[in-house]
């Protein structure tokens, strides 16, 4: 799952650690490791450590880097032969004749034309030493048998020809193109890669670390189901490590993106509520002038002051037609419709006229009803109330014009 990812340098990782297990008899063995990491400025080396033990490497390992491990010395043969034989077999019986494939490992390493170098090793030889390593807690990628991972940096040093502990190596075309031992010991070399000194001894536990970088393209690690194991377990422990950690930052910034929005929908909400409470009586007065208004609006169009006024000439038709014997004391034009009230707003009898006062005669005043319903402008005319209280004082009485507009 993810298998796209393993090819990431954040999956894969940094940093590294290169060991050279140097079989000294089947069950003795010297380590030399180099741990490299890769920054800025290129590939440096971080440490490096000869002749210690795999459980004093673990506990400095806290880290948990992957290792790639190359396993030289005795146990560990290697030939040049004829690489384009079809089948592992017939690659081993060049190297030991009549040995099964199925108690050797084997890796081959390529050359110009058709040859190549095939390096084999005792499978319980190196299986138990996965074992140890596994029993360590070591996470190892790969494994090389002999010197041939030196062909990863040989291009880096810009020799010819190189020493380890135990063997000179002539290259040609940076490929390994002749071994020959020096015995068990070799004199000290140093070569420079980049700035770095390194010695012979540490050169095959730099070049193995290096590889995590770069593989060399003409060499085949060793094939070990244990090995792949150990390498899925790895980058399947990384990408879980990276990809939750991604979730997690993910959610972080999510969750930190959602107070921000709330935080800020909260203050915009805070502030339009303040000032919808500090507008509120602006706004309350406003609907109670906009009341006003609509009142002070039907009476000015009811009391005809946008058309040409009439008020005077109503009066003056009044005023007119009233006989001798009525005498008028008051004339209303819209008058009211109760006594006002000061904790009520006016209200006003429009297109009415008011008239009030006094007769000797109730035939008088009948006479007069009569007469100013004869004018084109006036409709019913009614009488709102009449009391005499004999024929020899006058009569109080109250009538109502309707005007027809």
């Given at each position: 799952?993810?298998?796209?990812?393993?090819?990431?340098?954040?999956?894969?990782?940094?940093?590294?650690?290169?060991v050279?297990?140097?079989?000294?008899?089947?069950?003795?063995f010297?380590?030399?490791?180099?741990?490299?990491?890769?920054?800025?400025?290129?590939?440096?080396?971080?440490?490096?450590?000869?002749?210690?033990?795999?459980?004093?490497?673990?506990?400095?390992?806290?880290?948990?880097?992957?290792?790639?491990?190359?396993?030289?010395?005795?146990?560990?043969?290697?030939?040049?032969v004829k690489?384009?034989?079809?089948?592992d077999?017939?690659?081993?019986?060049?190297?030991?004749?009549?040995?099964?494939?199925?108690?050797?490992?084997?890796?081959?390493?390529?050359?110009?034309?058709?040859?190549?170098?095939?390096?084999?090793?005792?499978?319980?030889?190196?299986?138990?030493?996965?074992?140890?390593?596994?029993?360590a807690?070591?996470?190892?990628?790969?494994?090389?048998?002999?010197?041939?991972i030196?062909?990863?940096?040989?291009?880096?040093?810009?020799?010819?020809?190189l020493?380890?502990?135990?063997?000179?190596?002539?290259?040609?075309?940076?490929l390994?193109?002749?071994?020959?031992?020096?015995?068990?010991?070799?004199?000290?070399?140093?070569?420079e890669?980049?700035?770095?000194?390194i010695?012979?001894?540490?050169?095959?536990?730099?070049?193995?670390?290096?590889?995590?970088?770069?593989?060399?393209?003409?060499l085949?690690?060793?094939?070990s189901?244990q090995?792949?194991?150990?390498?899925?377990?790895y980058l399947?422990?990384k990408?879980?490590?990276?990809?939750?950690?991604?979730?997690?930052?993910?959610?972080?910034?999510?969750?930190?993106?959602?107070?921000?929005?709330k935080?800020?929908?909260?203050?915009s909400?805070?502030e339009?509520?303040y000032?919808?409470?500090?507008?509120?009586?602006l706004?309350?007065?406003?609907?109670?002038?906009?009341?006003?208004?609509a009142?002070?609006?039907?009476?000015?169009q009811?009391?005809?002051v946008?058309?040409?006024?009439?008020i005077?000439?109503?009066?003056?038709?009044?005023?007119l037609?009233?006989?001798?014997a009525?005498?008028?004391?008051?004339?209303?034009?819209?008058?009211?419709?109760?006594?006002i009230?000061?904790?009520?707003?006016?209200?006003?009898?429009y297109?009415?006229?008011?008239?009030?006062?006094?007769v000797t005669?109730?035939?008088?005043l009948?006479?007069?009803?009569?007469?100013?319903?004869?004018?084109?402008?006036?409709?019913?005319v009614?009488?709102?109330?009449?009391n005499?209280?004999?024929?020899s004082?006058?009569?109080?009485?109250?009538?109502?014009?309707?005007?027809?507009?």
């Amino acid at each position: 799952m993810l298998n796209f990812l393993d090819k990431y340098p954040v999956i894969r990782g940094k940093e590294c650690l290169g060991v050279e297990i140097i079989f000294t008899s089947k069950e003795h063995f010297t380590v030399i490791a180099v741990e490299l990491v890769s920054e800025k400025d290129g590939i440096t080396i971080q440490r490096k450590w000869a002749d210690i033990t795999l459980e004093e490497l673990a506990k400095l390992n806290a880290k948990k880097l992957p290792v790639y491990v190359s396993v030289t010395g005795r146990g560990i043969i290697f030939k040049k032969v004829k690489h384009t034989l079809p089948g592992d077999q017939e690659l081993l019986n060049q190297v030991l004749p009549n040995a099964s494939v199925k108690d050797f490992h084997l890796q081959q390493s390529s050359m110009s034309g058709s040859e190549g170098w095939v390096a084999v090793a005792r499978k319980d030889l190196v299986e138990e030493l996965l074992d140890q390593m596994e029993q360590a807690g070591f996470f190892v990628l790969h494994v090389y048998l002999g010197p041939f991972i030196l062909e990863n940096i040989i291009g880096l040093i810009g020799k010819d020809s190189l020493h380890t502990l135990s063997h000179e190596l002539l290259f040609y075309d940076n490929l390994i193109s002749h071994i020959d031992s020096l015995g068990d010991v070799s004199g000290s070399h140093e070569y420079e890669i980049d700035g770095e000194l390194i010695n012979s001894y540490e050169l095959v536990a730099f070049a193995t670390a290096f590889s995590h970088f770069l593989m060399p393209p003409g060499l085949i690690p060793m094939e070990s189901g244990q090995v792949n194991q150990f390498r899925e377990e790895y980058l399947h422990k990384k990408k879980a490590s990276v990809v939750g950690l991604s979730i997690a930052v993910l959610f972080l910034l999510l969750t930190v993106g959602n107070l921000l929005v709330k935080n800020n929908i909260e203050a915009s909400y805070n502030e339009y509520q303040y000032q919808v409470l500090s507008k509120k009586e602006l706004v309350e007065e406003l609907g109670k002038l906009r009341e006003e208004m609509a009142v002070k609006e039907a009476f000015i169009q009811n009391s005809g002051v946008v058309r040409a006024s009439r008020i005077s000439y109503y009066a003056d038709q009044v005023a007119l037609s009233i006989p001798d014997a009525i005498r008028l004391d008051e004339l209303f034009i819209n008058p009211t419709e109760k006594r006002i009230n000061k904790a009520e707003d006016i209200a006003f009898l429009y297109n009415k006229i008011k008239v009030t006062g006094t007769v000797t005669r109730s035939i008088d005043l009948n006479e007069w009803i009569k007469h100013l319903k004869n004018h084109n402008w006036s409709g019913d005319v009614t009488i709102i109330s009449f009391n005499q209280e004999n024929l020899s004082t006058p009569g109080e009485f109250e009538i109502e014009i309707e005007i027809v507009t």
